[in-house]
């Protein structure tokens, strides 16, 4: 094969820098013939800067190099760089180039024009030029009055600055954690704030939905759902319904019972299900109030009673000594002492009365709950005596007397006002909050976790509950945090920046699980725990009395309702 046609043929994988074989071959050359200290870089930083060569030209210099290697080892920088001068002088003639020192390769043929410039002595005269420009400078701001170093020093106070202010947050950040420090970063933002205050227009359209279904025989049995959408639909006036009813708020839901199955992979399963035979919260009251022997415990109230009786009897007796009499009457207390270390509020062989305090809540008057002697209540409450909670049939009968009223009379929230902090989905929060809408409630409910999808979740549920002059209120909030702010914008009385609104209810949700910490395990999550269920909640009060005072709001007192499902035992648990 010719060797045109191989160089052709080679033409195409050539990379455009030399192998391996003839690189060997150069840095064999100038690590023998070259004198120490001018390496391959020196030999390259001659060409490119007296002779002006690029990348490709220097390799083609290099290879012509290996045709007139020196006989020895050249003694000296300057009688390398002669050697190098001498090549390229020879390279420019193989390759019909004219080259002059100080200026890049011309074209076949050509010559050099202009003067040309060593690139050193470029840089020297570009050195010179920049001096001259900083003299000129400092002269000009000598006459302004100005000192250059200026900004050096105000860089010097700022670096000087954020140095102290990272050491302090990183002080901080060791002493309380990371878990702490994010826990109480602010979200809250008014201007985030999403509110709902459409039932009108969504118990229309519920309302519609009930007529054609009517219509087209699709609704064939009235239950308790349809009866609550019924209650909620807009009055007679409007010209909907042709049997008129009244828009009344209130809450309409299933009494349930627990159920536990066993599945065949022995999972249990635990879930709510609807009662057989209780439709209505009385006969839900009235099954709680029947009792079952199995939970039976001892009645504090009739044991006392059952002491009072055989004492009237020896009192009343004439021949008992006085000696004897004191004893008995000291036994006596002693025993009463024994099961009631407090002392006891009971009205004597008279009518149970309770303190009427809200009965503007509930107008309708109910009979009070007849107990069974030998049963206790599935629902019942007790009171501690000495280090044991014991069942009490007084306080048992008014918790279900109330219970009875509530279902008789519904209780109703219009006018009211409530804060839910952190309510979750498919939480005892959520539940509370269909109560309150469906009464007639303005709602305020906070969430660590804005989002749109978090707001369509709220929207769903006030379009579902949501009665007459109810309200639902959605902002971003961490209880972590700006509890000051939230106040503030809720007793604000510039309606464009805040509600104007006075708070009736609080129940504070906002909680963070610290399971397994003991007192040796303590760490910036229970720090923040311990802010968030307690420093906050109280200082959440505290903001909420301070806006009454200056409001001289003081006729109508903010009730705070604290849930009672701690998360590690009792509150505080090893803090």
Same mark, same amino acid.
């Given at each position: 094969m010719p060797l045109g046609e191989l160089g052709s043929a080679l033409q195409s994988s050539y990379s455009g820098t030399m192998g391996k074989h003839t690189s060997a071959l150069v840095s064999r050359l100038t690590g023998s013939k070259? @004198?120490?200290?001018?390496?391959?870089?020196?030999?390259?930083?001659?060409?490119?800067?007296?002779w002006g060569l690029g990348p490709g030209r220097t390799e083609g210099v290099l290879l012509m190099a290996l045709t007139m290697e020196p006989p020895k080892r050249l003694g000296s920088e300057g009688d390398a760089k002669s050697y190098l001068d001498s090549v390229v002088q020879a390279y420019g003639q193989h390759s019909v180039l004219a080259l002059s020192q100080g200026g890049p390769?011309? %074209? %076949?043929?050509?010559? %050099?024009?202009?003067?040309?410039?060593?690139?050193?002595?470029?840089?020297?005269?570009?050195?010179?030029?920049?001096?001259?420009v900083s003299q000129q400078l400092e002269v000009l701001l000598r006459y302004l009055k100005r000192d250059s170093r200026d900004g050096y020093r105000l860089h010097d106070l700022k670096h000087a600055d954020y140095m102290r202010v990272q050491d302090e947050l990183d002080g901080i950040q060791k002493e309380h954690g990371e878990n702490y420090?994010?826990?109480?970063?602010?979200?809250?933002? @008014?201007?985030?704030?999403?509110?709902f205050d459409s039932a009108w227009n969504w118990v229309r359209q519920t309302a519609l939905e009930m007529f054609f279904d009517i219509i087209y025989g699709r609704l064939k049995t009235v239950d308790r759902d349809i009866t609550a959408k019924q209650r909620r639909a807009i009055p007679s006036r409007e010209g909907v319904w042709t049997d008129a009813f009244e828009q009344l708020p209130g809450s309409f839901t299933f009494p349930t019972a627990p159920k536990t199955t066993v599945t065949l992979k022995c999972e249990i399963v635990y879930e709510e299900v609807n009662r057989v035979g209780v439709s209505r919260l009385e006969r839900y009251v009235a099954e709680m109030a029947a009792g079952s022997k199995i939970t039976a415990e001892m009645n504090l109230d009739k044991v006392q009673e059952s002491i009072q009786n055989p004492y009237k009897l020896v009192k009343s007796q004439p021949t008992i000594a006085k000696s004897q009499m004191a004893a008995i009457r000291s036994l006596y207390g002693e025993v009463v002492k024994g099961l009631s270390p407090h002392e006891r509020n009971r009205a004597a062989n008279g009518p149970r009365s309770r303190r009427p305090s809200s009965q503007f809540l509930r107008p309708v008057q109910v009979e009070p709950t007849a107990l069974s002697g030998d049963k206790t209540p599935l629902l019942h409450l007790k009171r501690k005596v000495g280090s044991n909670w014991v069942y009490s049939s007084k306080v048992t009968t008014l918790y279900l007397d109330v219970l009875t009223e509530i279902a008789s009379a519904r209780t109703t929230f219009e006018h009211k006002n409530a804060l839910l902090t952190r309510v979750g989905k498919a939480s005892i929060g959520v539940e509370i909050l269909k109560g309150l809408l469906s009464g007639g409630a303005h709602v305020i409910v906070t969430t660590s976790r804005y989002s749109p999808r978090t707001v369509e979740y709220y929207q769903a549920i006030y379009q579902e509950v949501g009665s007459r002059g109810s309200r639902l209120t959605v902002v971003p909030f961490n209880q972590g945090s700006q509890a000051r702010s939230l106040v503030d914008y809720i007793y604000s009385t510039d309606k464009d920046k805040g509600l104007a609104m006075d708070l009736d209810y609080i129940l504070p949700f906002? %909680?963070? @699980?610290?399971?397994?910490r003991e007192i040796d395990g303590l760490d910036d999550r229970s720090e923040l725990a311990h802010r968030v269920m307690l420093t906050n909640l109280l200082r959440l009060m505290g903001e909420v009395k301070k806006k009454k005072h200056a409001l001289k709001l003081v006729t109508r007192p903010t009730q705070v309702v604290l849930p009672l499902s701690p998360n590690h035992g009792n509150f505080g648990n090893g803090l």
């Open positions: 070259m @004198p120490g200290g001018f390496g391959m870089s020196g030999v390259k930083s001659h060409l490119s800067k007296s390769a011309g %074209a %076949a043929g050509g010559s %050099a024009g202009g003067a040309m410039i060593n690139s050193e002595e470029f840089e020297k005269f570009q050195q010179s030029q920049d001096a001259f420090l994010k826990g109480i970063q602010p979200v809250f933002d @008014p201007l985030k704030a999403r509110h906002a %909680a963070i @699980p610290e399971n397994g």
